[in-house]
């Protein structure tokens, strides 16, 4: 089963504006990281927030982290064109051995020229 | 630098033929590997992951299994494919005791016929 659930699925904005998205999982984690996904290809890193950090920026990428309702948000500012692709949260469990991530179904994003 | 090598990237194959997938790593030594698959549309399904040559884990019962014959190669493997093993899958690597962050290689879009 999923331990990340995206919300929502898909989401199409116009450039410029800004993109959330948001990631809910059930079980106690060390950390939670967001990938990107273009279509046909391999996913790539994107941010890692470990369980102890409320928020995180890495350029336009901004993460929360909420351990108490197990969420975390990921706002991408100033959408491009080039933005458009799949976005995944990934969960590492306390209880999971070799570093194991469990994906969620991922959110769709267009992001319209 | 590290790169992560998968093939083939395209494959068609018959039920009931076998199937290979190699993927190999360079620039690391003792790397985690792991093997996820990806429904059309839909998140990463964790197949296996390796923490050592001949350390094998599977994660669900299914019709493939995996090798790491040396340190920096995972093959993943079929005797006879299934409709049900198509699909895009996806080698990843990641350190020894680091933080769990992932680096995918391109996948390898399987269909079975």
């Known amino acids: 089963s999923q331990q990340g659930e995206e919300d929502p699925q898909a989401l199409s904005i116009q450039e410029g504006e800004n993109a959330t998205m948001n990631c809910s999982y059930k079980?106690?984690?060390?950390?939670l990281q967001w990938y990107r996904q273009n279509s046909g290809r391999g996913l790539v890193h994107l941010i890692l927030?470990?369980?102890?950090?409320r928020e995180k920026h890495s350029g336009r990428l901004r993460v929360t982290l909420d351990t108490s309702k197990k969420s975390s948000s990921l706002l991408i500012t100033a959408s491009r064109a080039a933005d458009t692709a799949s976005y995944f949260c990934?969960?590492?469990?306390?209880?999971?051995?070799?570093?194991?991530?469990?994906f969620g179904g991922g959110t769709r994003v267009l992001v319209k020229p | 630098s590290q790169t992560i090598h998968q093939w083939p990237a395209t494959l068609v194959q018959p039920v009931g033929s076998p199937l290979s997938l190699e993927c190999t790593v360079e620039?690391?030594?003792?790397?985690?590997l792991y093997w996820y698959r990806q429904a059309a549309g839909r998140g990463l399904q964790l197949l296996f992951y390796?923490?050592?040559?001949?350390?094998i884990s599977s994660e669900v019962p299914q019709n493939l299994s995996a090798s790491r014959p040396q340190d920096r190669q995972f093959i993943l493997s079929s005797k006879k494919l299934l409709l049900s093993d198509s699909g895009f899958y996806l080698c990843?690597?990641?350190?020894?005791?680091?933080?769990?962050?992932?680096?995918f290689g391109e996948g390898s879009r399987l269909t079975v016929l």
């Open positions: 927030i470990r369980s102890n950090e």
């Open positions: 390796s923490v050592g040559i001949g350390q």
């Open positions: 990934a969960t590492a469990s306390r209880r999971a051995a070799g570093n194991k991530l469990t």
């Open positions: 990843a690597w990641s350190g020894n005791g680091g933080t769990g962050e992932l680096f």
């Open positions: 079980t106690s984690i060390n950390n």
């Open positions: 620039g690391t030594s003792n790397p985690n």
